[in-house]
């Protein structure tokens, strides 16, 4: 089996066509719950999802796989992608499974795996389960008298919600704040209006709607510019933006001006380095963030990590080198003093915390730096490998040559869409739009 059946983010794809059909889903619950039944005890699994259509189908196909090999299951309905590998661990559950293409449009659909830790498969893990999926798990199949139980859990929102609020000094209020959230039609569209309520701020509320269909539709994370002008017309002091499993956030100030996860990791680390809370001398980030976040916190005396994209990989070294805060400009805030994956609502608490602390408006409190001119665009392909073309080659090595000690280039393949994504920065800002689109020049001909 082809290694891309998993991703960076477990399995995703176009909902009803291969990888993500019932059939699919059926055989990797089958396939997980064998891998992870061990010992003579019940086993449990725990599943949420988010708001898709495709939900449904999915939710049904794996609870009938792993019924099939004796797990029991607890089904959570929309629950953000942080729930349920927090619930993973607060349930004493074998394994975790959430229903989710996180940003991607309705008709996408995938599936994240946690193991009992709370934590994301590891790729070795993903490959056995490849391989049962493969060659059929069958064999796995339990006695009739042996079979699984399924029933729902209707207070996972509520566990969730009371879980996030714990995450902020007992005593801090959000009162005399007016917040605007935008669900994205998603799994947060009860728990981050409530939890947010809850602690006493004026709410309002996009984005809470779901219909199957409309879960990122020019909304959430990907679209700020929503929430930004929302904020602008209720003269709200900030604006949270999430995406459809809630794993991610972007920030508005009350200028109506987007703030990224470059600078709400810039602000979560320098607050906790000055608490004496923050772990590892820095903090971890991808290649994709600014060359400007790099600066800053070296400006503070701490380092900055990278890694590979996918926040499963800033994660992993997080726990190798003991830091305790990491994430990806897109949003994915990594908080492992209370979350093992990224967590929008946490996040957005813990910049709450610190913005009700200073007593100063969110314009003057989360942009720490200014980023240097980035350019990242996205060029689609249906086959074959296009960054091992001949002139996409060269394309590549004149633009690093350009930019050699005056920014950073960094060209890969999605590891959730057919995408070739071209990233370039520097302080020469025309310099950096002419390498992309020198770059994406290349891939476009090799398409045609």
């Not at 661990?89 to 996408?108: K, T």
């Not at 060359?291 to 070296?298: F, T």
């Not at 990590?305 to 080198?321: C, F, L, N, S």
Request: one cysteine or more; hydrophobic letters at 40%.
């Amino acid at each position: 089996m082809r290694r891309d059946f998993f991703g960076t983010d477990g399995i995703r794809g176009e909902a009803n066509t291969w990888p993500m059909t019932a059939e699919t889903a059926l055989r990797v619950g089958m396939a997980a719950g064998s891998l992870f039944m061990r010992g003579g005890h019940r086993h449990r699994v725990v599943i949420g999802k988010d708001t898709r259509l495709s939900g449904y189908m999915l939710e049904q196909a794996l609870t009938a796989g792993l019924l099939s090999v004796g797990m029991d299951v607890f089904l959570f309905g929309p629950l953000p992608t942080p729930a349920v590998a927090m619930l993973t661990r607060s349930l004493r559950a074998d394994v975790g499974i959430m229903i989710s293409a996180s940003h991607n449009p309705f008709h996408d659909n995938g599936i994240k795996l946690f193991g009992p830790d709370g934590y994301k498969l590891s790729d070795a893990q993903e490959k056995e389960i490849e391989a049962l999926v493969d060659k059929g798990a069958e064999a796995a199949l339990t006695k009739p008298r042996d079979l699984g139980r399924a029933k729902r859990i209707e207070d996972a929102q509520a566990r969730y919600i009371e879980f996030a609020k714990r995450t902020v000094p007992k005593d801090l209020t959000l009162s005399g704040l007016k917040i605007v959230v935008d669900c994205a039609h998603g799994a947060a569209y009860r728990v981050a209006p409530t939890a947010l309520w809850e602690m006493g701020a004026e709410v309002i509320v996009i984005g809470d709607k779901p219909d199957g269909f409309n879960i990122n539709d020019q909304c959430g994370s990907t679209h700020p510019q929503i929430v930004a002008a929302r904020v602008k017309e209720t003269g709200a002091d900030l604006g949270i933006a999430l995406d459809g499993d809630a794993d991610r956030v972007i920030l508005v100030d009350e200028k109506g001006q987007v703030i990224d996860g470059d600078q709400l990791m810039a602000l979560v680390a320098g607050s906790w380095a000055a608490d004496g809370r923050l772990s590892g001398g820095g903090l971890v980030a991808t290649v994709m963030s600014n060359l400007g976040l790099e600066r800053y916190i070296e400006s503070l005396g701490l380092k900055l990590h990278r890694t590979k994209v996918g926040d499963r990989y800033v994660v992993e070294h997080m726990r190798a080198h003991g830091f305790n805060v990491g994430g990806e400009q897109s949003g994915h805030i990594v908080l492992s003093d209370f979350a093992t994956t990224g967590d929008g609502l946490i996040a957005a608490l813990q910049v709450l915390a610190v913005i009700k602390g200073s007593g100063k408006p969110a314009s003057q409190v989360l942009r720490l730096f200014t980023p240097l001119p980035q350019l990242l665009k996205n060029v689609r392909f249906t086959s074959g490998q296009p960054l091992e073309d001949v002139h996409v080659k060269q394309a590549i090595a004149e633009a690093q040559a350009k930019l050699h000690g005056k920014g950073r280039l960094v060209i890969r393949a999605s590891g959730t869409e057919p995408l070739i994504r071209v990233m370039a920065e520097g302080d020469d800002d025309g310099l950096v739009r002419r390498c992309v689109d020198d770059i994406c020049a290349a891939l476009e001909a090799v398409k045609s």
